[in-house]
């Protein structure tokens, strides 16, 4: 199974007040594995950065200045993602920009129910606790110590990470597993019950059966201690 882990950075919290996506970083998942593709653009947001953005990912008007824009590069990000799930964390903020994004350029949007929200996993399974993606690498064991700023593709490896861990490491099915085998011993301890048992055997010997036992060690040990007085 196909799977993409998604995260963009942005200019601010909403498309709908003219922000824009300004980093994009994908990695390819294979039977919740990382395959080792990736997809990572820095994006020309073609407006201005504003401080509070720039304190969060450090990306500059200037330096996204040098990169394509959204258009340039929409192609080869949808042929990347193809039809596949996307993992993303708190997944109603990227797709609403990605989905302003595509709109602007007259394109069908990505439909939210091909999402997974780690969010929402966290929560579930997680009440009450953080859910951010600091406080999970943290709670996983998962070494966060180069995000000194938020970056779209460290922030996609590391919640590449966290998506295993939530969803149950590296055997999802584990559970699976565990009731495969208790279904197994099931059967096989109904079967040893359907096996024909034979009445217990008494085990204490007669009189006559501790004679010919007595008989027969006398007749092959000699001097046998246990008979000593």
């Known amino acids: 199974m196909r799977e993409i882990v998604l995260d963009t950075e942005t200019t601010g919290l909403d498309p709908l007040t003219g922000h824009r996506i300004v980093e994009i970083g994908c990695i390819e998942l294979q039977n919740h594995l990382a395959t080792g593709t990736a997809f990572h653009r820095y994006v020309n947001p073609e407006r201005d950065m504003p401080a509070g953005a720039f304190e969060i990912h450090g990306l500059s008007a200037e330096f996204l200045a040098q990169h394509p824009p959204f258009a340039a590069l929409a192609d080869e990000l949808m042929a990347f993602i193809g039809d596949a799930p996307l993992i993303i964390h708190n997944a109603e ?66 919640l590449a990470e966290v998506y295993l861990e939530l969803i149950g490491g590296r055997q999802p099915d584990l559970s699976l597993g565990a009731a495969s085998s208790e279904r197994a011993a099931g059967t096989a301890a109904s079967s040893m019950a359907r096996r024909a048992s034979r009445p217990p055997r008494p085990h204490i010997p007669s009189a006559e059966e501790e004679a010919l036992h007595r008989a027969f060690v006398e007749g092959q040990i000699k001097d046998a201690l246990w008979l000593k007085p």
């Open 93 to 158: 903020f990227d797709m609403r920009f990605l989905n302003a994004e595509l709109t602007r350029l007259g394109r069908e949007g990505l439909k939210m129910d091909r999402a997974i929200d780690t969010v929402r996993l966290a929560r579930t399974k997680f009440p009450g606790a953080q859910v951010n993606l600091d406080a999970l690498c943290r709670r996983f064991g998962i070494d966060n110590s180069a995000r000194t700023k938020h970056g779209a593709l460290l922030d996609a490896e590391l």
